[in-house]
């Protein structure tokens, strides 16, 4: 293989995301249609509406700066071999072969870092406070900033160093080690995630004896679904946004509703919706989910280590000789076609799934509740009522709200 071709098929492959991406935006948008639909009418207003379509606007066009600038420092250190310099930097600055990657990947971190700041800035003091959203305050703001700087810095560095000595240490078939490695490490964040992760920024609480736990524990009991770990997570702190997750597995699965999401529904709408989640896992989504998961960081780690094995895709970097940090970086701009197409796939099973959730919640609890709460989420976030049906096939790993509110009528 020739180093320039490959440096042009990475040319190629930046521009090809780069179009594909904002064209699907383009349409996305035109797609809008000013008639309010007949299910929403008690929901939306014409100002409200047209509230939502300018929200919509304004996140396009500061994602659309930050996407075009994010494709003009890429290209330049592709065209500029600015990787293989940072590369020579790094091995410039000491003998250690693990700590050239973790100096390679933290540099690369902190200049996103720093490049992002303006953008999130941007994003919650302005266009989030314009449409009542926003709740942050600059000192939560640059404190979650510094908090997630110091997480992803202790993870890049642990990550990198762990996944440098497995590669010297076996030269050959380490992808089996660090697909193994990867899958561990993801099933313990899902599992402890609310334990180690949330706290660091969120207080959680646990839910209040009263009506809504009584409800919860009583229609968990029903259909057997056993639950414990009910939080209150002071969401409002942040956003007005109303949210809620579910984490764990066994006996570590956790249920956070927003206080937002409390403030804003009615007990009724909440079980439906904590209804919709125990019908994940009753029909086995997200058990089947983690599977493929894991199938496909073994994919990924395979591609990788077949990747490492070619010194040309290092020299159309830059580099005079392949290493750990180098291959990352050729395996991501080679690996986006199949990352496109699993996601896809991906997304694709996960609309699926969520029919499924909806129709389990209106059998065993009721559809109305659910409809309802489903209405005010996409109305309280100001979400596109009419998305293009191919950035649907694209992105969405949601039905759009339409099609979710026809499948309750009519299941």
């Avoid at 939502?52 to 396009?60: E, I, L, M, P």
């Avoid at 056993?226 to 997750?245: E, P, V």
């Avoid at 129709?359 to 409809?371: D, I």
Wanted: glycine residues 6%.
């Amino acid at each position: 293989m020739n180093p320039q071709n490959i440096l042009y098929l990475f040319i190629g492959l930046v521009i090809f995301n780069f179009i594909f991406t904002t064209i699907l935006e383009y349409i996305n948008d035109k797609n809008w249609k000013n008639d309010i639909p007949d299910e929403l009418l008690d929901f939306y207003d014409s100002n409200k509406y047209l509230k939502a379509k300018n929200y919509k606007v304004a996140r396009g066009k500061i994602s659309l700066i930050n996407s075009s600038l994010s494709l003009i420092i890429t290209l330049s250190l592709l065209y500029f071999f600015g990787f293989g310099y940072l590369s020579d930097y790094s091995s410039f600055l000491t003998d250690s072969i693990p700590a050239q990657s973790c100096i390679f990947f933290l540099i690369i971190y902190l200049f996103n870092f720093i490049i992002g700041i303006p953008f999130s800035y941007y994003s919650t003091f302005v266009i989030e406070e314009k449409f009542g959203f926003n709740r942050t305050d600059k000192k939560t703001f640059f404190l979650d900033k510094t908090k997630g700087f110091l997480i992803s810095t202790i993870l890049i560095s642990v990550l990198s160093y762990i996944a440098v000595l497995t590669i010297e240490y076996f030269s050959q078939g380490y992808w089996i080690c660090m697909w193994i490695g990867l899958s561990v490490f993801m099933i313990f964040l899902n599992m402890f995630y609310a334990d180690l992760i949330v706290p660091i920024f969120n207080k959680l609480t646990p839910l209040e004896n009263g009506d809504l736990r009584l409800k919860i524990e009583t229609y968990s009991k029903k259909v057997g679904y056993s639950l414990k770990n009910i939080f209150i997570i002071d969401g409002s702190k942040r956003s007005s946004k109303a949210n809620a997750f579910f984490s764990g597995i066994g006996p570590r699965k956790t249920i956070a509703l927003f206080d937002t999401l409390v403030e804003k529904y009615s007990d009724e709408e909440l079980v439906s919706v904590l209804a919709h989640e125990v019908g994940h896992f009753k029909k086995n989504h997200i058990m089947f989910s983690m599977i493929l998961t894991v199938l496909q960081l073994g994919l990924m780690c395979y591609l990788f280590e077949l990747c490492m094995s070619f010194s040309q895709i290092a020299n159309a970097l830059g580099s005079s000789e392949m290493n750990f940090h180098i291959g990352i970086i050729a395996f991501g701009f080679l690996y986006s076609p199949v990352g496109l197409i699993t996601g896809v796939l991906m997304n694709m099973l996960s609309r699926k799934n969520e029919f499924e959730a909806d129709n389990y919640a209106k059998e065993t609890y009721e559809g109305n509740s659910l409809q309802l709460a489903l209405k005010k989420l996409s109305v309280d976030s100001l979400s596109n009522l009419y998305p293009h049906p191919l950035y649907v096939f694209v992105h969405y790993s949601h039905p759009p709200l339409l099609k979710r509110l026809a499948n309750l009528k009519n299941h």
